[in-house]
């Protein structure tokens, strides 16, 4: 069989750009699929992160006319993990201070239907017969809605290729005033209830859905969460009726860069082998953070975004019961102000037991993963969530709300599930105070019993999350688009 080739069109990638767990998908999943055959090239917008690593990089083609939009050109370098990328130089849309989505002062980009217009816009060339490479994908693959006007265009293309569609998080829709169908130079009839057209607005997440010959999601039970009224975000219609059309597959991970017997961010390294250095990295964390050292005290972690989706309100609240069981409590993250402020109210309140940190640091990220005897993911909804894998990959035993890619990733620690190797966490189901209390008493309990918390704790760290399945789940995908 020919190789196969992708387009994977994405607004970040890690490790240039990156704002959530679309990155690091970006930077993994396309790396993945390049190891079982799949010839995947990468195409991004021209931030200045993007184009400080396109140095040695080659024109690949030039647009100087490209109707609606400013001059730009689409470059063409390697990645250090061999994988192609292109980058999409157009100054005038995207060399600018601030982040891909919002400037320096957190406001969203007023052009950004513009900026990612262009991006579908480009994507949609490569995947027709208008392309100006020699190289031409047998298939385009879009991710959330930035890349979800693909689709749209690749419908009104002449010889276009098929297209997916991935959903990393239906909450963020990207839609805007109906007057871009004309700016992005869409035909009329596309603003239709077939097509862009979502509650007066043209949608980008719409157009994504609508047009995709298949729609993928990041875990399988968010693809089956998505179809109802409240994760559906005004698109469940629309998704019940493409059913057949959608597919659930987890995430990975990047194993070499969370590897806790390679881990450069580590004071120690450890694996199932020896274990002492986990220990050790508890100990560091707690001189490191003002936390009482202590090694009998369970002292309970959360890197997480402070949002009300991620459900740490819950944490804070209770967190002076917890204290008192006794437990120590390490917070790293940003977000709502009020909870950014509670956290350190806390902190300043209960020193040597409490830490909060407000922020993000890679590296203290990692050492946190690595010291902590549990880690909190209270999300309220979590199309597939990253952490509860690094945590179990560090021995770090998860806490999570039954919700999307959490409910598909972590097995309930239970004396039957124990003694079957199948635990690898505590879950809870209904978001309240008191349900995560009693998941946190229930990983404390077990914590004291060092015979089946070591169980437990091996249990998890053997678990399997490296994107080779993924990947292998999304070829099945392709090639059944490529055979309908």
Request: net charge negative; glycine share 10%; with cysteine.
């Amino acid at each position: 069989m020919a190789e196969l080739k992708v387009l994977f069109v994405t607004s970040e990638i890690a490790p240039f750009i990156k704002t959530g767990g679309l990155a690091d998908v970006s930077g993994a999943l396309p790396a993945a699929l390049r190891e079982i055959g799949v010839d995947v090239r990468v195409i991004v917008p021209g931030y200045p992160q993007i184009m400080a690593q396109m140095e040695s990089s080659e024109e690949l083609a030039s647009f100087p006319d490209l109707p609606g939009f400013p001059h730009c050109r689409l470059l063409g370098s390697t990645m250090e993990n061999g994988l192609p990328l292109m980058a999409i130089d157009c100054p005038a849309l995207y060399r600018r201070d601030g982040g891909p989505y919002v400037d320096a002062s957190g406001h969203d980009w007023e052009d950004n239907p513009l900026r990612f217009g262009l991006l579908c816009r480009i994507s949609a060339i490569l995947g027709c017969g208008s392309s100006p490479l020699s190289w031409r994908p047998d298939l385009v693959h879009g991710n959330d809605w930035q890349a979800g006007l693909t689709g749209a265009y690749l419908n009104i293309a002449q010889d276009a290729v098929p297209n997916i569609f991935t959903i990393h998080n239906l909450a963020f829709q990207g839609n805007f005033e109906p007057g871009y169908v004309a700016r992005l130079h869409l035909p009329e009839q596309c603003y239709a209830i077939d097509g862009l057209e979502f509650y007066g607005r043209m949608s980008f997440m719409k157009s994504g859905l609508y047009y995709a010959r298949h729609i993928t999601t990041v875990s399988p039970n968010y693809a089956r969460e998505i179809q109802g009224e409240e994760l559906g975000f005004g698109m469940q219609g629309l998704l019940q009726v493409r059913t057949s059309d959608i597919t659930g597959i987890l995430n990975g991970i990047d194993t070499d860069e969370w590897n806790p017997a390679a881990d450069k961010h580590l004071p120690f390294r450890f694996s199932t082998r020896n274990m002492t250095g986990k220990a050790k990295n508890k100990r560091a964390l707690q001189e490191l953070l003002g936390l009482q050292v202590d090694a009998d005290v369970p002292l309970l972690a959360a890197v997480s975004r402070m949002t009300h989706q991620k459900g740490l309100d819950l944490l804070l609240e209770i967190a002076p019961r917890l204290l008192d069981v006794p437990a120590q409590i390490v917070m790293l993250g940003t977000g709502e102000r009020q909870m950014q402020e509670q956290a350190l109210s806390l902190a300043a309140r209960y020193p040597g037991k409490f830490a909060a940190m407000i922020g993000f640091d890679e590296g203290l990220s990692h050492h946190i993963e690595a010291a902590a005897d549990m880690f909190v993911m209270p999300s309220r909804f979590e199309p597939c969530g990253l952490n509860q894998f690094y945590s179990q990959r560090y021995g770090t035993p998860p806490i999570v709300h039954r919700t999307g890619g959490l409910a598909d990733s972590v097995m309930d620690c239970t004396s039957q599930t124990l003694n079957d190797g199948t635990a690898s966490g505590f879950v809870f189901s209904g978001m309240t105070e008191d349900n995560l209390y009693d998941a946190i008493a229930r990983a404390v309990a077990l914590y004291k019993d060092l015979t089946r918390w070591k169980r437990l704790r091996r249990l998890c760290m053997i678990k399997d999350f490296s994107w080779e399945t993924s990947a292998k789940s999304y070829l099945g995908v392709y090639r059944k688009v490529l055979e309908s």
